[in-house]
């Protein structure tokens, strides 16, 4: 390029026209039943009852993974059927969300708070770590989160970390029967189709509660006026888990 501006050689009107770019396969994507997303929950309740909540956050609430770690029973509206999304956790540490539409105060179905609150009313006991594994956490410098009230902790009461939470979820997905490829993230796909497909919310509602920044986010990838949101009312999720049996109950 530096040879022909030098020798002030003619350039085409596009330069590039002729190069070949590579083809990008879309992210695979599983979208799932509420048969599926109720087996998926109920293998975890097997692995792990107390990250069982996660999937129901996921799911009926469309939160991500590092959301649904650093969502605080203080942020649970219990009478008024709302979350405050305001942070997500990475390595055990609160960090800011992903987007500035990813900041909401989120109505729930009332079929989430009960599982939030049956959650809370069992969970709440926890194990005593080793020496060992109290000064490695304390090395990485993580902070004793008992002061924090964090909804979902892992069973020595400390935030949930990525890795402890992919082996059982990968466990989880197995005993489920899904198919492999199956991600947390999908979830949140299955969150906003039900959303949309329930015919109860407009679009742009459908967005807000999505908190996708962008509308072709919404309808594009998964199928605001936050004072509309907060008055909308949600409960496409009851409905769609109203006939499972296995849902909610103990091990």
Known sequence: MHYIID?????????VARIDLPEIPPQVKVALTPRQVAAVAAAMRHVEPR????IWLG???????GEAFGLRRSQVMWERGLLCVVEQRQHGK??????????ATLPVDQFLIEQLARHTARSSGTESASSYAEHFVDQCGHTDPRGEDLIVTNRFGRPVLHSDFYRKWRRAVVLAELPGRTRFHDLKHFYTSILGASGEHDPKTVQALSRHA?????WDTYAHPPLAVEAARVTAFGAAFSNDADVGQTA
């Open 7 to 15: 020798e002030d050689i003619p350039l085409p009107p596009n330069i």
């Open 51 to 54: 990250y069982e909540i996660l």
């Open 59 to 65: 799911a009926c609430a469309g939160l991500r993974q």
């Open 94 to 103: 609160a960090v800011r969300l992903k987007t500035r539409a990813s900041y």
């Open 214 to 218: 962008e509308f072709s986010e919404t």
